[in-house]
């Protein structure tokens, strides 16, 4: 079973950047999709990114264009870089597997918060 350690979160201005890392174990990591989550009070989690194994990339409509996910095999880990933050985005930020069952997981890691002031 997967285990999963975020880090990088942390307080931005409107506007401002952070780079998410996810370290992955217990899992073949290169032959697995990734994914990044995130959970803001008060809301269920939502998916925010995912990177295949292969290397392709899928986005939410609301961070197209600001945030890019990216992977290290070699690391076992995966990045979020998030960009031209807003508001919004303020969440508990996630990592874990991603497969069309994600919503059913059990398993989640203590995630990385972070917050964006106006």
């Known amino acids: 079973q997967v285990q999963v350690v975020e880090s990088g979160g942390g307080l931005v201005q409107n506007g401002g950047s952070l780079r998410l890392s996810c370290a992955a174990s217990?899992?073949?990591?290169?032959?697995?999709?990734m994914g990044w989550y995130r959970q803001a009070p008060g809301k269920q989690r939502e998916l925010v990114s995912t990177i295949t194994s292969s290397g392709r990339t899928n986005y939410a409509d609301s961070v197209k264009g600001r945030f890019t996910i990216s992977r290290d095999n070699a690391k076992n880990t995966v990045y979020l870089q998030m960009n031209s933050l807003k508001p919004e985005d303020t969440a508990v930020y996630y990592c874990?597997?991603?497969?069309?069952?994600?919503?059913?997981?059990?398993?989640w890691g203590q995630g990385t918060q972070v917050t964006v002031s106006s």
């Open positions: 217990g899992i073949i990591f290169k032959l697995n999709d």
């Open positions: 874990n597997t991603a497969t069309s069952n994600w919503i059913n997981y059990d398993y």
